[in-house]
């Protein structure tokens, strides 16, 4: 009897670390290293599929120890299942651990990553008949004065013109980071992300104090607590800077309550908060509503990175590019081979899958 090659016959779930070039400090907390999962997949003719998943326990709540013991559960499920269920899966995954969306996007990862091999396809043509090449921003992340300097103007000399700003643990250092940044890179794009750091009337407060300085954001990311729609609604109609809904856009239901209160212009989709599948829902539905489209990630390595990269590039409808965590991993940050030292994605040489294996 011939077993078919799509059959999944196994699976692995080993650690996914390594040292940071800085911590990576923002208003909720920090990464000091990357310990995140990885889960693989073997298809029954020896194809493999990699997956990540990324906890961010500080932004989601999710435990390591406990998504290491769900990829356990669901590893031992997924024995025996055709990889051409992918969406199947995907709907019982999201049934069962819809609370463990890190978890859901490492298995969803690995899942499409050896369809995809099997296909003889790159992931992004599973969202669109065109690669596009996507520039990311870079993360200057909470710190010292001295530090953000050195940030700037390390990333600026790499070629890096947008850079993604972290506030809202400290008014007065914020506004001198933010102006120290326009002064290293005076014809750069600043965004400002408060992670849920602000209330509306002190982001508000905190937009006249860089008026001031003759400083214009061209975004502003959460800058209010997940569940303040009212307060990100106050500050969308108070200003025309576009305002990016990130902690309050985690699932598919909070994007049409953000579309539905009119609280934001942009969405931040992020694998890591929904899954694979969704995340692709959630970029359709904030389009034909209106929305433009940020992709971003956790602290994440290549794997999940390129992932990203991968359903932006097919889906070709993304205004903002976030995925810049590589260059915060000791080691990698000089980018990887889809990555170039200056930002740019360009994913047009993969032939199968994510296009990111590992050795063993």
């Given at each position: 009897?011939?077993?078919?090659?799509?059959?999944?016959?196994?699976?692995?779930?080993?650690?996914?670390?390594?040292?940071?070039?800085?911590?990576?400090?923002?208003?909720?907390?920090?990464?000091?290293?990357?310990?995140?999962?990885?889960?693989?997949?073997?298809?029954?003719?020896?194809?493999?599929?990699?997956?990540?998943?990324?906890v961010?326990?500080?932004?989601?709540?999710?435990?390591?120890?406990?998504?290491?013991?769900?990829?356990?559960?669901?590893?031992r499920?997924?024995?025996?299942?055709?990889?051409?269920?992918?969406l199947?899966?995907?709907?019982?995954?999201?049934?069962?651990?819809?609370?463990?969306?890190?978890?859901?996007?490492?298995?969803?990862?690995?899942?499409?990553?050896?369809?995809?091999?099997?296909?003889?396809?790159?992931l992004?043509?599973?969202?669109?008949?065109?690669?596009?090449?996507?520039?990311?921003?870079?993360?200057?992340?909470?710190?010292?004065?001295?530090?953000?300097?050195?940030?700037?103007?390390?990333?600026?000399?790499?070629?890096?013109?947008?850079?993604?700003?972290?506030?809202?643990?400290?008014?007065?250092?914020?506004?001198?980071?933010?102006?120290?940044?326009?002064?290293?890179?005076?014809?750069?794009?600043?965004?400002?992300?408060?992670?849920?750091?602000?209330?509306?009337?002190?982001?508000?407060?905190f937009?006249?104090?860089?008026?001031?300085?003759?400083?214009?954001?061209?975004?502003?990311?959460?800058?209010?607590?997940?569940?303040?729609?009212?307060?990100?609604?106050?500050?969308s109609r108070?200003?025309?800077?576009?305002?990016?809904?990130?902690?309050?856009?985690?699932?598919?239901?909070?994007?049409?309550?953000?579309?539905?209160?009119?609280?934001?212009?942009?969405?931040?989709?992020?694998?890591?908060?929904?899954?694979?599948?969704?995340?692709?829902?959630?970029?359709?539905?904030?389009?034909?509503?209106?929305?433009?489209?940020?992709?971003?990630?956790?602290?994440?390595?290549?794997?999940?990175?390129?992932?990203?990269?991968?359903?932006?590039?097919?889906?070709?409808?993304?205004?903002?590019?976030?995925?810049d965590?590589?260059?915060?991993?000791?080691?990698?940050?000089?980018?990887?081979?889809?990555?170039?030292?200056?930002?740019?994605?360009?994913?047009?040489?993969?032939?199968?899958?994510?296009?990111?294996?590992?050795?063993?």
């Open positions: 009897m011939t077993v078919s090659p799509w059959l999944i016959q196994k699976n692995q779930i080993l650690p996914l670390q390594a040292p940071l070039i800085q911590p990576f400090r923002t208003a909720l907390g920090s990464h000091d290293t990357l310990d995140n999962l990885l889960f693989v997949l073997t298809l029954a003719d020896g194809t493999k599929g990699y997956g990540e998943a990324a961010a326990t500080h932004i989601t709540g999710e435990k390591l120890s406990v998504t290491r013991n769900n990829l356990q559960t669901a590893g499920w997924l024995v025996g299942q055709d990889v051409r269920d992918a199947t899966i995907s709907r019982a995954l999201h049934e069962r651990w819809d609370n463990n969306p890190a978890m859901i996007a490492g298995v969803e990862m690995a899942l499409f990553d050896a369809l995809t091999r099997q296909f003889g396809c790159p992004w043509q599973l969202f669109g008949s065109r690669c596009r090449k996507l520039q990311t921003d870079i993360t200057i992340v909470i710190a010292d004065l001295a530090q953000t300097q050195n940030a700037v103007q390390r990333f600026y000399a790499k070629g890096f013109r947008k850079f993604k700003v972290k506030i809202g643990r400290n008014f007065d250092l914020d506004v001198a980071r933010v102006a120290t940044v326009r002064k290293l890179a005076p014809k750069g794009v600043i965004y400002l992300d408060a992670n849920q750091g602000f209330s509306a009337v002190t982001m508000l407060k937009l006249k104090a860089l008026k001031r300085l003759k400083i214009r954001p061209a975004l502003l990311e959460q800058p209010v607590p997940r569940a303040d729609l009212e307060g990100l609604r106050r500050i108070s200003t025309d800077i576009p305002v990016c809904a990130d902690e309050s856009a985690r699932s598919l239901k909070d994007v049409v309550a953000v579309i539905r209160s009119k609280a934001a212009s942009v969405v931040s989709v992020k694998l890591m908060k929904s899954g694979l599948v969704e995340a692709a829902a959630i970029a359709r539905v904030a389009r034909a509503a209106g929305l433009k489209l940020m992709i971003s990630g956790m602290m994440e390595s290549p794997l999940a990175m390129t992932a990203s990269a991968h359903l932006a590039a097919g889906l070709g409808c993304f205004s903002y590019v976030d995925l965590t590589p260059f915060f991993i000791r080691g990698n940050a000089a980018g990887h081979q889809y990555l170039s030292s200056r930002g740019v994605y360009d994913l047009s040489s993969i032939r199968k899958g994510i296009g990111i294996t590992f050795k063993g």
